[in-house]
């Protein structure tokens, strides 16, 4: 938290693929926006993620965006990188701080390594679960897809 006295605004990122909606989701958008002042949700191009789930996702990029933003939790949406792990994203966005969720862990080591060759600091925080696992996408969704 900052003292009334400073006005420097700080910039929260999020990523994800939001691939349907849910409390879940909503939940992880509200906690991140809680961590700074101005939240950008990057919602995940479908070529990253086919690379880390294999799969497709069901509802077009221009949906999944339209979604976030008919939700009135982000202040910007933008897609995110054309690849895996090239944060081109990050360094448009300049973000002060990183919110993940509780079961990215791979993203979070893979943003360790990323934030010590950026020129300023980012802050990782974590946000918790919403009701447990039972949101999460990968029970949700029926196994087949």
């Known amino acids: ?6 006005s420097k605004t700080e910039k929260i990122i999020v ?6 909606l849910h409390d879940g989701h909503r939940f992880f958008l509200r906690e991140a926006k809680k961590s700074g002042d101005k939240l950008v ?3 995940a191009k479908d070529t990253v993620i086919k690379c880390l789930k294999g799969h497709l996702p069901t509802i077009p990029l221009p949906n999944r965006i339209m979604n976030i933003k008919s939700e009135n939790l982000a202040d910007k949406v933008v ?4 690849k895996l792990g090239v944060w081109k994203i990050l360094k448009k966005e300049k ?10 862990t791979n993203l979070k080591k893979a943003l360790e390594k990323e934030i010590k060759n950026l020129d300023w600091p980012i802050k990782i ?15 949700l969704k029926p196994k087949n897809q």
């Open 1 to 6: 938290m900052r003292n009334a006295n400073e």
């Open 15 to 20: 990523f994800g693929t939001f691939d349907g």
């Open 41 to 43: 949700v990057a919602v």
């Open 79 to 82: 897609p995110g990188d054309e």
């Open 95 to 104: 973000p002060d701080i990183i919110c993940i969720g509780y079961d990215q």
């Open 125 to 139: 925080e974590i946000i918790g679960d919403y009701k447990g696992s039972q949101l999460h996408s990968s029970i």
